[in-house]
C-alpha cells in the first residue's frame, strides 16, 4: 500500500475500530459487573453500579476524543483517543490479581477482547497522528519524510 492510501485507510477505519473498541469494552464491564463476586481476588467493596459507572467514565473520554477529533481538533482528539485505547490494556491487571487459569473462559475473552480491540484502536490513531504530523512539515521538506515512510524502493 502505498503512502497516499494510507491516509483514507486509517480514515476510514477509525470509526468502525472506535466501535468495535466501545463494544468490547462494554463486554467485559458487563461481564465482570455481572459476575462480579467470581472475579478472583477483586475487592469486595466494589459493587455492580460501579462497575457500570466505571465504564460510562471511559466511554465518556472516547467519546470526548471521537467528537474533538471529528470536529477537526485533530491532535487533541487524537490524544484523548489515544489514552482512551490505552485503557484497553488496563484489563490486562486481571491477570495480576490472580492467573489465567483461575478466570473463566467468558472472563479471559472479554479481557482479551478488550485489550486486542484497543491495540488496533490505538495502532490507528498512531498512524493518523503520524500522518497528522506529517502534514505540518513544511512542503519543500515532506517528499523526505513520505520518501522513508514508503520504505526502500523495490
Same mark, same amino acid.
Given at each position: ?27 467485559h ?29 471511559v466511554?465518556?473520554?472516547?467519546? /470526548? ?27 490486562? /491487571? ?14 479471559? /475473552? ?17 498512524? /493518523? ?26
Amino acid at each position: 500500500m502505498s503512502a497516499s492510501g494510507t491516509p483514507n485507510l486509517s480514515t476510514g477505519l477509525l470509526p468502525w475500530l472506535f466501535g468495535l473498541y466501545a463494544a468490547a469494552t462494554l463486554l467485559h464491564f458487563a461481564h465482570n459487573a455481572e459476575y462480579l463476586a467470581q472475579y478472583p481476588n477483586l475487592p469486595s467493596s466494589w459493587s455492580r453500579s460501579e462497575v457500570y459507572a466505571s465504564w460510562c467514565c471511559v466511554m465518556l473520554l472516547g467519546v /470526548l476524543g471521537y467528537g474533538l477529533y471529528a470536529r477537526r481538533h485533530r491532535s487533541v482528539g487524537l490524544t484523548i483517543l489515544g489514552l482512551y485505547a490505552a485503557l484497553g490494556f488496563g484489563g490486562l /491487571l486481571h491477570y495480576t490479581r490472580a492467573s489465567m487459569h483461575e478466570h473463566s473462559a467468558m472472563m479471559s /475473552l472479554t479481557i482479551l477482547t478488550e485489550a486486542a480491540m484497543g491495540s488496533l484502536l490505538l495502532a490507528n490513531v498512531a498512524l /493518523l497522528a503520524g500522518i497528522a504530523s506529517v502534514s505540518t512539515i513544511p512542503r519543500r521538506r515532506r517528499h523526505m519524510v513520505v520518501r522513508c515512510m514508503r520504505g526502500p524502493a523495490a
